[in-house]
C-alpha cells in the first residue's frame, strides 16, 4: 500500500512543477519590472554658527599634532616626569606608549609649525596637518622652511602637499644651496645634529671620513658608518703629513667613545 501512495505523490508534484508556464517565470526573473520607490530626503545647509563651529573644529583637528608636541616640550623643558620617571624618554614610553624618536619628532614639527604660522602669509590658512609633512622642513633652516612650505602648496596645487611633495621641495633648496665638498678621506671631524633628526644622539660625536661624495661623506663612528651631508660636519684637522699622525689616537679614541681634544 506505501508504494502507489508514494507514486500519486510524486505525480502530484510533477503536475504542479508542469503547471508553471515559461512566460511566468521570465516575468518573475525579471528585474526590469521591478518598481523601486525612492523617497527624497533634504539636507538642510549649514548655518553661519555651524559652519564656524565646524572650521573651529577643523582647525583642532588639524593643530592636533602641533598640540601634542608642545606639551611634549613643556614636559620636558618644565622636568615635570621627575616624580614618576628618571628621564623623560622612560616617561613619554610608560605614559604615552611612545617612542624616543616619536616624542622628538613632535615637538621638532612643533617648533616648525610655529615658525609657519609666525612667517607664513597670513591670507593663506594651508598649514601642515601632520608630523609626517612637516618633517623633512626640520632638514632647513628656519629662514627657509616657510618658502620651501610655500612651494610645496604651489606644488599642490594650493592644497595640502603631501610628504613627498615637501621633500621633493626641501630636496631641490638643499642641492642648490649646497657646499662644495673640502673633506679628505682620513680628516678628522665632529659631528653637527643641527636640525638633523636623523643624526640625534650623535651630537658631539668624533669620527673620521671614510669616504667623500660630492656633498657629503662617509665617517666612521664609535658604533659604525653612516653618510653625513657637509652642513654636518666639523672638521678638526689639520690636513697634510699630520693626518697619519692622528688617524691612529682618533680611532682608538672612536672605539672607546671617549672626549677628545686636538690642538
Same mark, same amino acid.
Given at each position: 500500500?506505501?508504494?502507489?501512495?508514494?507514486?500519486?505523490?510524486?505525480?502530484?508534484?510533477?503536475?504542479?512543477?508542469?503547471?508553471?508556464? &515559461?512566460?511566468?517565470?521570465?516575468?518573475?526573473?525579471?528585474?526590469? !519590472? @521591478?518598481?523601486?520607490?525612492?523617497?527624497a530626503v533634504e539636507v538642510p545647509e549649514l548655518t553661519?554658527?555651524?559652519?564656524?563651529?565646524?572650521?573651529?573644529?577643523?582647525?583642532? +583637528?588639524?593643530? @592636533?599634532?602641533?598640540?601634542?608636541?608642545? @606639551?611634549?616640550?613643556?614636559?620636558?623643558?618644565?622636568?615635570?616626569?621627575?616624580?614618576?620617571?628618571?628621564?623623560?624618554?622612560?616617561?613619554?614610553?610608560?605614559?604615552?606608549?611612545?617612542?624616543?624618536?616619536?616624542?622628538?619628532?613632535?615637538?621638532?614639527?612643533?617648533? +616648525?609649525?610655529?615658525?609657519?604660522?609666525?612667517?607664513?602669509?597670513?591670507?593663506?590658512?594651508?598649514?601642515?596637518?601632520?608630523?609626517?609633512?612637516?618633517?623633512?622642513?626640520?632638514?632647513?633652516?628656519?629662514?627657509?622652511? &616657510?618658502?620651501?612650505?610655500? $612651494?610645496?602648496?604651489?606644488? @599642490?596645487?594650493?592644497?595640502?602637499?603631501?610628504?613627498? =611633495?615637501?621633500?621633493?621641495?626641501? $630636496?631641490? =633648496?638643499?642641492?642648490? !644651496?649646497?657646499?662644495?665638498?673640502?673633506? $679628505?678621506?682620513?680628516?678628522?671631524?665632529? =659631528?653637527?645634529?643641527?636640525?638633523?633628526?636623523?643624526?640625534?644622539?650623535?651630537?658631539?660625536?668624533?669620527?673620521? +671620513?671614510?669616504?667623500?661624495?660630492?656633498?657629503?661623506?662617509? +665617517?666612521?663612528?664609535?658604533?659604525?658608518?653612516?653618510?653625513?651631508?657637509? $652642513?654636518?660636519?666639523?672638521?678638526?684637522?689639520?690636513?697634510?703629513?699630520?693626518?697619519?699622525y692622528f688617524l691612529p689616537y682618533v680611532g682608538a679614541? =672612536?672605539?672607546?667613545?671617549?672626549?677628545?681634544?686636538?690642538?
Amino acid at each position: 500500500m506505501a508504494k502507489p501512495s508514494s507514486k500519486r505523490k510524486k505525480s502530484t508534484i510533477s503536475s504542479s512543477t508542469d503547471s508553471t508556464s &515559461p512566460d511566468n517565470l521570465v516575468q518573475e526573473e525579471n528585474p526590469a !519590472t @521591478a518598481t523601486i520607490t525612492v523617497t527624497a530626503v533634504e539636507v538642510p545647509e549649514l548655518t553661519d554658527q555651524e559652519i564656524r563651529d565646524r572650521l573651529y573644529l577643523e582647525r583642532k +583637528v588639524e593643530r @592636533a599634532f602641533f598640540e601634542a608636541g608642545k @606639551a611634549l616640550a613643556e614636559l620636558r623643558d618644565r622636568r615635570m616626569y621627575r616624580s614618576t620617571h628618571k628621564t623623560f624618554e622612560e616617561y613619554c614610553r610608560d605614559r604615552f606608549g611612545h617612542s624616543r624618536r616619536q616624542s622628538y619628532l613632535l615637538m621638532d614639527a612643533a617648533v +616648525v609649525f610655529d615658525n609657519l604660522v609666525e612667517k607664513c602669509d597670513r591670507n593663506d590658512h594651508i598649514l601642515p596637518t601632520n608630523e609626517w609633512q612637516i618633517r623633512p622642513l626640520t632638514k632647513l633652516d628656519p629662514d627657509t622652511q &616657510p618658502e620651501a612650505w610655500q $612651494q610645496a602648496v604651489e606644488s @599642490a596645487k594650493g592644497k595640502v602637499p603631501s610628504h613627498r =611633495i615637501v621633500k621633493d621641495v626641501v $630636496q631641490r =633648496i638643499m642641492e642648490r !644651496t649646497q657646499v662644495p665638498n673640502t673633506y $679628505q678621506i682620513g680628516e678628522v671631524c665632529q =659631528i653637527l645634529t643641527k636640525d638633523n633628526l636623523e643624526l640625534r644622539g650623535k651630537s658631539g660625536c668624533w669620527a673620521i +671620513v671614510t669616504a667623500v661624495n660630492n656633498f657629503s661623506c662617509t +665617517v666612521r663612528t664609535w658604533d659604525g658608518e653612516l653618510t653625513v651631508g657637509v $652642513q654636518h660636519l666639523k672638521s678638526f684637522q689639520k690636513r697634510g703629513s699630520s693626518s697619519r699622525y692622528f688617524l691612529p689616537y682618533v680611532g682608538a679614541v =672612536i672605539h672607546l667613545h671617549l672626549p677628545l681634544w686636538i690642538s
